[in-house]
């Protein structure tokens, strides 16, 4: 909630605070009272609400609070849409994101389905401001969804800042005939993330994961940012089957932004 808030007031935004209460199941054969759900909700609204007060004066910031019962990612895409929201901040409970989301989370979900920007941070995870952004894609060219930017997030965010941007290319496979060696766009990122201080380069490394963790630690990188398409790097890093293969440990916050729907 801090890290949401320090970008919202430097950004010049509105914070939501949303919680959501998953009600438990109950068979239709079954009489079973909930005496303490509405007294359960109410404490809630009534830490919502202290918490709203304490960060609006401390950031000087407007922020709000929002608590729907419902499974937590129906209501959260409910309450993004009501609110014409730009941006979800989630924390992790564990010291490694990725790890954490391996194990089937909310935020998990929301970035398998790739709909909302979002961005992850870790626990205990200390705000410093945003200097440096690493943002790892492969060359496939970003679909628009309703005319916009898929990455207008991240260049809110490094403008916010004045952080500099380095676009870190990973490999792709190499179709059979190919000279081997991918081109790097520099010209498109330019045209995408126009106005923005950027750099290159590029990974070489065949262990993806292993190589964008040295590369974060190597730009000393503030914010690690992804687009999750389908059947690349970052779909197989979200596959629970490859769970014990990972050995991904940033710790610096990760901010996936969604493709477009046109993206196969």
């Not at 960060?55 to 407007?62: K, L, N, P, Q």
């Not at 994101?97 to 200390?126: C, H, N, Q, W, Y």
Request: proline share 6%; charged share 20%.
């Amino acid at each position: 909630a801090e890290y949401a808030a320090h970008l919202a007031q430097r950004t010049n935004a509105r914070l939501v605070l949303f919680h959501a209460v998953e009600m438990p199941f109950v068979a239709d054969e079954l009489t079973v009272s909930l005496p303490h759900l509405d007294g359960l909700n109410q404490r809630h609204l009534q830490r919502l609400d202290e918490m709203a007060v304490q960060m609006s004066h401390r950031f000087g910031i407007c922020v709000e609070h929002r608590l729907r019962v419902g499974h937590p990612s129906v209501m959260l895409n409910q309450v993004f849409r009501e609110e014409n929201a730009d941006l979800v901040v989630l924390r992790l409970r564990g010291t490694n994101p990725i790890g954490r989301l391996l194990m089937g989370s909310l935020t998990a979900t929301l970035l398998r389905e790739a709909k909302l920007p979002v961005l992850v941070v870790p626990r205990d995870f200390v705000f410093h401001g945003i200097r440096h952004i690493l943002f790892a894609c492969d060359f496939r060219p970003l679909s628009r969804t309703n005319a916009s930017n898929p990455l207008s997030p991240l260049r809110a965010i490094a403008k916010a800042f004045k952080a500099t941007v380095e676009v870190m290319h990973l490999p792709q496979p190499l179709a059979a005939g190919h000279d081997g060696e991918t081109p790097v766009r520099e010209s498109y990122w330019e045209e995408q993330l126009q106005g923005l201080q950027l750099g290159y380069t590029f990974l070489y490394e065949e262990n993806l994961d292993h190589g964008i963790d040295q590369g974060v630690c190597d730009s000393h990188a503030d914010l690690l940012a992804m687009v999750p398409h389908r059947h690349t790097f970052f779909q197989r890093l979200l596959d629970k089957s490859n769970v014990q293969k990972m050995a991904f440990h940033t710790r610096v916050p990760l901010l996936a932004l969604p493709a477009g729907t046109s993206e196969k």
